[in-house]
């Protein structure tokens, strides 16, 4: 029985290993998703930028097209004034050179206005541009830093698998499951030691019966390792448990075990300051 403990042991130490070598592959990627959001940003801040800018183009061709017309409008004005006689005519013709100017004037106003907006907006439109190359290759960069480090990493982590699998061969599949939750749930500590009869994860006492059939397992002899029908879970923590003999066993040890009843006998006056020490549970019952 003893094997399948130590091999427990080593697999506890593998499996925390494992666990954090694939935790830190998955936080890898996290400055890049950073990055790559703040890129993603700016992609909107260009492409809104682009669409507006596009926009303000139309508005500007439109624009000089009116001023066109209106500018064509007030010369055919001016030549029809060279050839008029009459003094209606010459005022209708005034008149209509009059608006002809005024409208030029205030498309040619507009026009300068919207030249400025579309100036203004193309300068930001080249700084978006520079800023958003300038990610992209902080992206790029990054980007082959993580796959290198992933690489790395996993390369780690294969390694660490095999070692699993040459120690987990011949295991139940079922156990083995098991204990990698009870690793990844508690901290890396998955198999503790028995100490009297409190489970050395929790600090819990354990029912007196329990610890003895714990203790029955772990000095039983065995063949193999397949034992994981003998395998025990403390009830509070889910650990693995195996018995170890630690200083203050010497006072439940034959409660426990011993069939010589001179034995019990000659232990009895330490087992009664100790039982009426403390929080023993079942040790009553027996
Ligand atoms: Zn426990």
Known sequence: MKEIYNTLS??????????????????????LADKEAVLQKTKITYLELH??????????????IRLDEAG????????MMETITQAREFETLQKEIEEAKNAEQ????GLIAKEKFYDELNAKLSIQEEIMAQQTEEVEEETKVKDQLVAEKQAVLDQII???????KDFDQNLLFKFERIIRNKGGLGIVPIHGIVCEGCHMTLPAQFVNDVRRSTTMESEGIREEDDIHFCPYCSRVLYYEESAEDQHFDNLFTAEDEDEIEDENAENDDFISSGDFGDLDSI
């Open 162 to 168: 095999a070692e699993k699998d040459e120690l987990a």
């Open 51 to 64: 669409e507006k800018s596009e926009k303000v183009k139309e508005e500007l061709k439109t624009l000089r």
């Open 106 to 109: 205030t498309l040619r106003k």
């Open 10 to 31: 080593k697999l506890q130490v593998v499996l925390a290993k494992m666990f954090k070598v694939e935790d830190e592959i998955k936080e890898i990627p996290m400055a």
């Open 72 to 79: 064509v409008k007030r010369e055919t004005c001016e030549k």
